[in-house]
């Protein structure tokens, strides 16, 4: 293996890929041709004397030597990035964190965090982006995050099978929540049974590639009647605020509902958990990132206290 020609553009664009999942999608966002990309890809697997992808009909995954090339590509990347950013004279105390969220956290979660560690470290620059959990975990992988934000139901399996495994950490454990209209006749309670969702109108999203119905209590044991479809858990809200039917709530964006909604328990049926996670790749984290994860823990202790 010969890697002495390989550039740190063709570094670059294989962990753009690997992040991205598909050829097309990556020179999209590098502003390349796909022709561009397929050429860098090719470089790095003559360098490597074996294939980096795996071609399929939904995009690329990556093989095991293409593990082994992208885990050592962002360590070198990184620490380019680090000498740069330390040309450039930011503080020793200070630093960026790259943090990625799932939908329902920025209600509450991420935005409070921000705010609380720009207060007790102005030097720490966040930066963040809004993703599924398959998108996040890539960009893991790929070295583009450094924490992701994450939601987890039961069984709570790992979120990949890739190796080495993440490191987690449990941010909170909460009941899954229903959204209900103010002049519902089930608003009157603080909690309902769950039988009494049978049928009901739903808010919900469409299940679709990597993403499952969103917005109905699960095994209710009919089919569900769905009146509106929306992806955005705000619009979900809005469409219950104006009396078109019930939707499911994220402990996390409880705190953000807009008037004209009541948030229930539901009592009965199998306990409906849902984690919210912190995932990293299993290595210390920056100084910058550990503050970043204490405020985090603080916002999540915050929106679960009692009011």
Do not use: N
């Amino acid at each position: 293996m010969d890697f002495s020609d390989v550039s740190l553009t063709g570094l670059r664009v294989f962990r753009e890929v690997a992040e991205r999942g598909t050829l097309t999608a990556a020179a999209a966002q590098l502003d390349y041709t796909q022709s561009a990309v397929s050429r860098q890809i090719a470089g790095l697997e003559r360098a490597a004397r074996a294939p980096l992808l795996e071609r399929r009909h939904d995009g690329v995954r990556l093989t095991a030597a293409g593990r082994v090339v992208l885990r050592h590509a962002v360590a070198v990347l990184e620490q380019l990035d680090a000498t740069a950013r330390e040309l450039a004279g930011l503080p020793a105390e200070g630093g960026t964190v790259r943090l990625g969220w799932f939908a329902s956290a920025g209600a509450a979660l991420v935005p409070r965090a921000v705010a609380a560690l720009r207060r007790t470290h102005p030097a720490i620059e966040v930066t963040t982006r809004e993703g599924s959990t398959p998108a996040l975990i890539r960009a893991l992988r790929a070295g583009s995050l450094d924490v992701a934000v994450l939601s987890s139901v039961p069984p709570f399996r790992p979120p990949d099978a890739e190796s080495p495994p993440l490191a987690l950490r449990t941010l909170t454990e909460r009941s899954l929540l229903l959204a209900v209209p103010a002049t519902h006749p089930l608003a009157g309670a603080d909690s309902v049974d769950v039988a009494e969702l049978r049928g009901q109108r739903w808010i919900a999203s469409r299940a679709s590639g990597e993403e499952k119905l969103m917005g109905v209590w699960p095994g209710l044991g009919e089919r569900p009647e769905i009146a509106h479809t929306a992806r955005d858990w705000f619009a979900k809200l809005h469409f219950v605020a104006a009396g078109c039917g019930l939707t499911t709530v994220p402990a996390a964006l409880a705190p953000a509902v807009p008037p004209g909604v009541r948030v229930l328990t539901v009592r009965g049926g199998p306990a409906e958990q849902r984690r919210i996670l912190l995932a990293s790749l299993p290595r210390p984290l920056p100084a910058a990132a550990g503050h970043l994860v204490d405020a985090l823990r603080a916002a999540a202790a915050d929106i679960g206290a009692p009011a």
